[in-house]
Structures are given as structure tokens and as C-alpha cells.
Nanobody, 121 residues
Framework: QLTLVESGGDLVQPGGSLRLSCVAS???????IGWFRQAPGKEREIVSC????????HQAESAKGRFTTYRENDKNTAYLQMNNLKPEDTAVYYC???????????????WGKGTAVTVSS
């Protein structure tokens, strides 16, 4: 089974940047990776989705122009680069994986435990 570990979350001021990493316990080159986030009192929402071959199949409207998703399969790692962060980006960010579909959803079979991002002045 695939284990995912997120890292890179921090407290940052508005306008700042963070890069989140998602490292897998095994090969990632065959799986789709999704990034999700959940803010206190809100439902989990999808941020982005990237296929095993690097095609972006989803990008949240709130993230367009600010967030970039990419992967380095030889390192078993996927990334979420976040620029120009806003207070509304504050949430716990999760990565998830699925080896059967190029699409992302809340039902993906493998999930990390999350990394916290707080954007505040």
C-alpha cells in the first residue's frame, strides 16, 4: 500500500509563498496525485489534480495564476507551489493518490495526514 507524507506547511504573511511536498513510500510514476484543503468549519475542497504523466486535469478557480502543481516521479514526490498567498488560503492541505483514474475526487484511496498552512499578518 502507498503511504503519503506532506510537508512544507507554515505560518506566512499575506503575499508570501510556500512549496508543499508530497513524498510517497513507493513508486509514484503510475498514480494520479490530487491536492485538497480543508479550512476550519468548511468542507474539504479540491485544489489541483495532476496525472501520472504530468497533465493538469483540475485547478481550482481561486488558485489560478497563483498555485502550480508539478511532480518529480524519479524522487517519488509531488509539489504544490503556492505564491501570493491570501488569508483565505489558510487550511490543512492534503495530498491523495489514485492508480486507476486520471481524475481526482474525495474518494481517492490513498491520503496523507496533512500539513497546516496559515496565512496571517
Amino acid at each position: 500500500q502507498l503511504t503519503l507524507v506532506e510537508s512544507g506547511g507554515d505560518l506566512v504573511q499575506p503575499g508570501g509563498s510556500l512549496r508543499l511536498s508530497c513524498v510517497a513510500s513507493g513508486p509514484m510514476k503510475y498514480v494520479t496525485i490530487g491536492w485538497f484543503r480543508q479550512a476550519p468549519g468548511k468542507e474539504r475542497e479540491i485544489v489541483s489534480c495532476i496525472t501520472a504523466r504530468g497533465r493538469i486535469t483540475h485547478q481550482a478557480e481561486s488558485a489560478k495564476g497563483r498555485f502550480t502543481t508539478y511532480r518529480e516521479n524519479d524522487k517519488n514526490t509531488a509539489y504544490l507551489q503556492m505564491n501570493n498567498l491570501k488569508p483565505e488560503d489558510t487550511a490543512v492541505y492534503y495530498c491523495a493518490a489514485d492508480g486507476q483514474t486520471p481524475e481526482c475526487s474525495g474518494d481517492m484511496p490513498y491520503w496523507g495526514k496533512g500539513t497546516a498552512v496559515t496565512v496571517s499578518s
